[in-house]
């Protein structure tokens, strides 16, 4: 009972990690109106998965394995901890969704993790958790300076003569390829908190945990995305076409590095970090200050509130058996 429960939970968590994180590939593009709504959805559904399957295996080992000693608890409370990290991740995920705000699906996941394995007093990896908070600091950094820097060039490269005469054609090859780009590294990078507890607990492949997480992820993508996606194409601040390129290009080259290592780091911090990059050459009047405040508040409490209700769940569901 408890093993299929796991097994839902992690659809569940999937779900929702595409509901809420699919607007961080195809959010800004979308907002420029250079892309539909339609045809982003299919590019990141395509995509999303593809990168999952096929180089998802790098972060769903540290999810899975990385961050507590899942090997020195007993079954029972190895799949009492699956349990209450995924539904708890999930849940705030949800709940953040539904207030149309892009959250860190890794903070969630790593906070879930930490609070579930204070409950249960097992050997929880700090070292290995304080390197992935620092990288959730540097994420955003990183990709505001990265867009500054593309912003900058790509705007040079659309004033020249030859580009100018064929702008409509290269923009659309631009963002179509952007977005495929960021949504495989979302893939590649996100599927782990949805599927790597399945990994650690559960005895799954990296490609089977990878293949359902995939699969959950576009359901959620399909039936909620939207919602997430009104908020980063529109609500944070007016995008051109050369800020869309250059924020695609910023976030998904941030992701590739972190994934190569196996760091699970934020999507949303690093689309919405280099949004903030162009956002800054264009003037800082050009964003929604009081949006983006709410954000960063949201992104710093979403690891303790994961963690918190993961470590309450698990001790009530330890008292009861």
Not at 16 to 22: D, F, I, L, Q
Not at 292 to 319: D, Q
Request: with cysteine.
């Amino acid at each position: 009972m408890l093993t299929t429960l796991i097994i839902i939970a992690a659809i569940y968590m999937g779900w929702s990690m595409g509901a809420n994180n699919a607007a961080n590939c195809i959010g800004a593009n979308i907002g420029s109106r250079h892309l539909s709504m339609r045809t982003g959805i299919i590019i990141i559904c395509v995509f999303s998965f593809l990168g999952a399957v096929f180089f998802g295996d790098h972060v769903i080992t540290t999810i899975g394995k990385g961050v507590i000693d899942l090997d020195s608890l007993g079954g029972d409370k190895k799949n009492v901890i699956a349990l209450t990290i995924l539904f708890s991740a999930a849940f705030w995920t949800t709940l953040a969704t539904y207030r149309k705000f892009p959250v860190s699906i890794s903070h969630a996941i790593v906070g879930s993790v930490a609070g579930g394995g204070l409950a249960l007093n097992t050997a929880i990896h700090w070292d290995k958790i304080s390197n992935i908070a620092i990288c959730w600091i540097i994420t955003p950094i990183t990709s505001y300076i990265l867009a500054i820097i593309f912003y900058l060039l790509f705007r040079f490269l659309f004033s020249i003569r030859f580009i100018r005469r064929r702008r409509r054609a290269i923009i659309y090859f631009f963002v179509y390829v952007t977005s495929a780009y960021l949504a495989f590294m979302w893939g590649a990078n996100d599927v782990a908190n949805a599927t790597g507890i399945l990994y650690g607990t559960q005895g799954f492949s990296t490609v089977s945990a990878a293949s359902i997480g995939a699969i959950a992820i576009i359901l959620g993508v399909v039936t909620w995305g939207y919602r997430v996606i009104d908020t980063v194409g529109f609500k944070i601040m007016n995008l051109t076409p050369v800020m869309t390129i250059a924020i695609g290009v910023a976030s998904a080259i941030n992701m590739h590095i972190y994934t190569s290592f196996g760091i699970p780091v934020s999507t949303s911090h690093a689309a919405i970090g280099a949004m903030w990059g162009v956002g800054f050459v264009r003037g800082i009047k050009t964003i929604n200050l009081q949006l983006a405040k709410e954000m960063v508040i949201t992104w710093a409490l979403t690891p303790v509130i994961s963690g918190v209700i993961t470590y309450v769940l698990t001790i009530i569901i330890l008292f009861l058996k």
